[in-house]
């Protein structure tokens, strides 16, 4: 089977730069992806990283390390719009499977 | 623009009720999926489909079943409504390949059963 562990909670100001950590454990692994929630909207793909290194789209990079079974989400220049749910998902041989997400909050 | 189209926003329903909950994509996407979400608990995987009239079961089926007989519609069915029950279902699809980086959701069903 497939367990994640991400924070819960992450909370930043505008402008600032933050880190959302993942961990996992897996029987069969692929790739790791990350997915943005609004409250209230459907989740949208933000990055995947099938391969060790960074993955840089814009002001969001996302980071594997496939010998630590580590990877990270990083968002850069904070707006007050990107509160919202992160979540990462472990890719499998035939699905994703989630973690329970990281509530990040941005203060101006 | 891409889009998976969820039947209700909101959906109340009773204990024992038999529930259909409806998923329609318009990408000629091969895989499709239903997870439910619960606060804490994030998306959890009830059942997957990768082509039509095929069903897989996810992580937690007990409870449901699917029904996926075009390739454009995948049906969650609730075949007897129980308060554990109540929560936020997302119906998502997949191209074939795109398993990491491919998953579109739809705006969820916010079902409550009374």
């Known amino acids: 089977g497939q367990s994640l562990e991400q924070p819960s909670e992450v909370t930043a100001v505008e402008g600032a730069i933050v880190q959302i950590n993942c961990t996992y454990q897996t029987s069969g692994f692929y790739g790791l992806s990350w997915y943005q929630q609004h409250d209230g909207g459907a989740p949208t793909f933000l990055s995947y990283n099938g391969l060790d290194g960074l993955e840089e789209t814009g002001r969001f990079s996302s980071f594997l390390s496939r010998s630590d079974s580590y990877g990270y989400l990083l968002l850069q220049e904070l707006q007050m719009k990107d509160s919202a749910s992160y979540f990462c998902a472990v890719r499998g041989y035939s699905t994703l499977t989630f973690g329970k997400g990281t509530m990040l909050l941005v203060s101006p | ?114």
């Not at chain 2, 454009?72 to 007897?80: G, M, P, T, W």
């Open chain 2, 1 to 114: 623009d891409v889009k998976v189209t969820q039947s209700s926003r909101y959906l109340v329903k009773r204990t024992g009720e038999k529930v259909f909950l409806e998923c329609v994509q318009d990408m000629d996407h091969e895989n499709m999926f239903w997870y439910r979400q619960d606060p804490g608990l994030g998306l959890r995987l009830i059942y997957f489909s990768y082509d039509v009239k095929m069903k897989e079961k996810g992580d937690i089926p007990e409870g449901y079943s699917v029904s996926r007989e075009k390739k454009e519609r995948f049906s969650l069915i609730l075949e007897s409504a129980s308060t554990n029950q109540t929560s936020m279902y997302l119906c998502a699809s997949s191209p074939a390949g795109g398993l990491g980086y491919g998953y579109t959701f739809g705006s969820g069903t916010r079902l409550t059963v009374v």
